[in-house]
């Protein structure tokens, strides 16, 4: 491997990395801020999608804007299985999880999809929530197949950009890519305006 994913991971600004730059660590800071909550509620956006006693992936969750109110979501029978990059994006997760009395529902790990930690959830995963990362991954089209053979049958992908970042065409590339892969488009949460996809793995397909 030319580089490793810590290594991608502290790149930042600057450098291209594949589809686009990698958010400094000290972002997760200002991404916490709880105006954010005004225009984006973790609980309005992803309360319809997520139940309790449900296993929930994240990538790129950075410090955990969604990652906590995900593990209240999914409750002390659930679990919200947290990836990023960035080792200290996973600390402060990890710092505030504890803070929070949600350690226990939240596993926390450093690197990418293709983790080992994350082969035992393979096929098991309810719902997956990759909100203002796709953006940044390398490799759209290896992640999005990744996406799909973690999910089980049946389960759930939302896709959330940044409009500032990311163009219609762009996105629109982006969900080109998770058909392709198997997925179904079942709607767009935030209105034609915004950029979001709702997708399904087919209940008919086989694990
Ligand atoms: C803009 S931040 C968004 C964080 C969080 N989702 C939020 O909305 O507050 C994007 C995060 O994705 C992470 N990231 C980028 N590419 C990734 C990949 N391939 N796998 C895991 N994490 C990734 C970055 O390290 C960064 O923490």
Redesign the pocket.
Known sequence: MAESNEAQ?QRSGGEAAGAGH??PWW??WL?LSPLRRLFESPERLLGPHVRPGMTVLE????MG??SLPLARMVGPAGRVVC????SR?IAGLRRRAERAGLAGRIEAITG??DEAALEARRGAVDVAVA???VH???DGAA?VRRLFEMLRPGGRLLIVEPKGHVSAGAFEGTVVLATAAGFAECGRPLGPGGRAVLLERPAGDAV
């Open positions: 991971g990698i958010c972002i997760g991404l990538p790129g969750c950075g804007f969604f990836v990023d990059l960035q994006m990418t999809l909100i203002h990362m940044e991954v390398r992640f």
